[in-house]
């Protein structure tokens, strides 16, 4: 029924609520796994030409550092998630996807593209200082995306 299934990972308890869901449906339905996370770009301020000339050169360089810094965090929780799955569900067909960019955005395109049949997404995420029952990202992702969405709390 489910011929690929994709779950949104940000380490958050509610995604990993996904995970867990995500897996065991892929697993009753012979489903491919899809686990993708995004890692967040960091936002470029527009650096001055003149006047504190040698500071933004060294922020810029920060910032880079800081982003690859935050590929590599995401890269290592992704892999863990890997090969918990790949020692409980041998026999499952997992594949690893580390994007950059907007985390609602790339889930909705890589949806389309990869040709999702369901996408599995956690209510909240590791951001989560408003009441809201949906973060940002799973409420664009809802509203944006065609394809069948299952929002695990
Ligand atoms: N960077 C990401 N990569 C992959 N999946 C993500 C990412 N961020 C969020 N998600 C998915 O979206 C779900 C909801 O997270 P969301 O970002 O909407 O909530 P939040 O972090 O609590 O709120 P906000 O980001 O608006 O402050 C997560 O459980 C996860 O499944
Ligand atoms: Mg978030």
């Keep these: 029924m ?8 940000d380490g958050s308890e509610p995604s ?7 897996v065991s449906t892929a697993d ?5 796994l899809v686990i993708l996370s995004v890692v967040p770009r960091v936002m470029m301020p527009v650096f ?9 050169i060294t922020a810029a360089q920060d910032m880079s550092e800081y982003q690859d810094k935050m ?3 995401y ?7 890997e090969e918990d799955i790949n020692e409980a569900f041998p026999d499952l067909v997992v594949t690893t996807k580390l994007m950059e960019g ?14 999702i049949d369901l996408i599995v997404i956690g209510s909240r ?23 069948p969405i299952l929002v695990v709390k």
Excluded at 16 to 22: L, N
């Design 125 to 147: 995420g590791v951001g989560g200082i408003t009441g809201w029952i949906l973060g940002s990202t799973s409420r664009r992702v809802v509203e944006s995306c065609t394809k």
């Design 71 to 73: 590929k590599e965090i």
């Design 2 to 9: 489910y011929r690929k299934i994709l779950v949104a990972f």
């Design 75 to 81: 890269a290592g929780s992704l892999s863990e998630a």
């Design 16 to 22: 990993k609520h996904a995970m867990d869901i995500a």
């Design 102 to 115: 907007r985390p609602s955005a790339v889930i909705v395109e890589e949806a389309e593209e990869d040709q």
């Design 48 to 56: 001055p030409d003149e006047g504190f000339g040698a500071a933004p």
């Design 28 to 32: 009753k339905w012979k489903s491919e």
